[in-house]
């Protein structure tokens, strides 16, 4: 029970919101029969329980960056 509490405290607000979305698409699926909501609560469904939209994590949201440096350059001065 411990891991399942922790599995959704660590959910974001993005997360949350694509869940929600699946959920309402798939009630107007279960309604009006139409396969487009099904298809597209099922994309929103799979994003939101597997953490996943853009590509190479570029609008992830939680994470924190760091604020040390990588690589040390120094600036090149040729001799005259």
Do not use: D, H
């Not at 939680?62 to 001799?79: F, L, M, S, V």
């Amino acid at each position: 029970m411990e891991q399942i509490k922790k599995y959704f405290k660590e959910w974001g607000a993005a997360r949350i919101i694509r869940l929600i979305f699946a959920i309402v698409l798939g009630i107007a699926f279960a309604n009006s029969g139409e396969q487009f909501y099904l298809f597209f609560g099922l994309i929103l469904f799979v994003q939101a329980a597997f953490n996943i939209s853009c590509p190479g994590g570029s609008c992830s949201t939680g994470t924190e960056r760091a604020t040390k440096t990588i690589i040390k350059t120094e600036k090149y001065e040729p001799k005259k």
